[in-house]
């Protein structure tokens, strides 16, 4: 059986501050959402009013199409992983993951099942050569297994996953994020949400992203999408990287300072201030459309590329170039392109405003 997840006007509030606004978002049964937001932003919140740790000001919170806002968290059929693992230090890892099967009292599991649902969560993260020892004798990758293995041993419908990489070293993290991917591949039914504030892992990991600032929710879609067409600007800079250059708007067409670029104004009305939005690594040095004129003022050699930035009328231009035989010295004056298709044209005033 498979589960989703459906926050409803879910709003969150501490002291009379609002940490969580009217949050409206659906997890579609065996979806990884990944919740992407700076730090304070509300994704934990989120997080923990599905699980049932804190309690919304306003909204329902759904699993699997029951209404859950009332409900203790051990009667959701969650499982849990959070940043700092949270295993037991005096008990042995199989200990650690029979206990919150043990701890459940719905559906209690018979306790002549308990040995095989622990050795099954143990095998699924690669950590049954381990069962006997204790959490200090783990390195911290193999503890955050063991806490992943201890929320799977329920057979959860839903998995909550809060920063469940972040206290572990770029390395390892890699690896894990690689050994949560194929998690997924053979748990397809487990619908998961993903708190990170690393938009690698969100890249990665998800089907969709929930784009969160400030409270709220600022973006919603597949990776690809936010990434070729976000909506803001927060989106278009926290997913990638971006130039984000101010243009006008009007019947003639869209004008940087007096550089006048050949592009759809879909949804931007004539006369508005309007945000292009380019990646760096679509943006071409030498000539060709959209033409940009500007002189280099930094010059980072990245390994693949080297990226330039060139001012262009006041404006920063970002270009990540590859292939370039000599790098141009400071001051040298160039020309940078880009094609109307690989740029965005966002409409002021939609970014939270
Ligand atoms: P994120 O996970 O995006 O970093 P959080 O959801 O943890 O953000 O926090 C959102 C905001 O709520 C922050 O400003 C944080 O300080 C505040 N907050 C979180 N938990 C509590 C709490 N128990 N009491 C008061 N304020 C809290």
Not at 21 to 31: I, K, Q
Not at 270 to 298: Q, Y
Not at 303 to 310: D, N, P, Q
Request: aromatic share 4%; glycine share 10%.
């Amino acid at each position: 059986m498979s589960s989703g997840i459906r926050f409803d006007g879910v709003s969150v509030a501490y002291g009379g501050t609002t940490v969580l606004d009217r949050l409206d978002l659906t997890v579609e049964p065996g979806e990884v959402m990944a919740l992407l937001g700076p730090s304070g932003s509300g994704k934990t919140t989120a997080l923990r009013a599905v699980a049932g740790f804190v309690t919304p000001s306003s909204g329902r919170v759904y699993i699997g199409g029951r209404d859950v806002t009332g409900l203790p968290p051990y009667k959701r059929g969650i499982g849990m992983v959070v940043q700092q693992y949270a295993l037991f230090p005096h008990l042995r890892v199989d200990a650690n993951v029979a206990f919150g099967l043990k701890a459940r009292k719905e559906p209690r599991t018979p306790k002549t099942e308990i040995p095989a649902r622990v050795a099954e969560a143990l095998e699924m993260t690669g950590m049954t050569a381990y069962a006997r020892r204790y959490p200090r004798e783990l390195s911290g990758g193999q503890q955050q297994r063991v806490a992943i293995a201890r929320a799977l041993a329920i057979r959860p419908d839903v998995l909550l996953l809060d920063e469940p990489l972040s206290a572990l070293d770029a390395q390892l993290r890699s690896g894990m994020l690689a050994e949560l991917a194929r998690l997924h591949r053979e748990l397809p039914d487990v619908s998961i949400l993903y708190v990170t504030h690393d938009q690698v892992e969100a890249l990665t990991l998800a089907d969709r992203i929930a784009v969160m600032d400030k409270a709220r929710l600022q973006d919603c879609g597949t990776p690809q999408d936010l990434y070729r067409r976000p909506r803001t600007e927060f989106t278009a800079s926290f997913v990638g990287n971006a130039n984000l250059l101010p243009v006008k708007v009007d019947t003639h067409g869209v004008t940087l300072g007096d550089t006048a670029l050949a592009l759809p104004t879909t949804g931007v009305a004539p006369g508005s201030a309007a945000t292009l939005c380019v990646r760096p690594h679509l943006v071409g040095l030498g000539e060709g459309p959209n033409a940009l004129r500007g002189r280099v003022t930094e010059v980072q050699w990245r390994g693949s590329t080297h990226r330039l930035y060139v001012d262009v009328d006041g404006h920063r231009v970002k270009a990540d170039v590859r292939e370039l035989r000599e790098t141009p010295p400071l001051g040298t004056r160039v020309t940078l392109h880009f094609a109307p298709e690989d740029a965005v044209l966002l409409a002021a005033g939609v970014n939270g405003e």
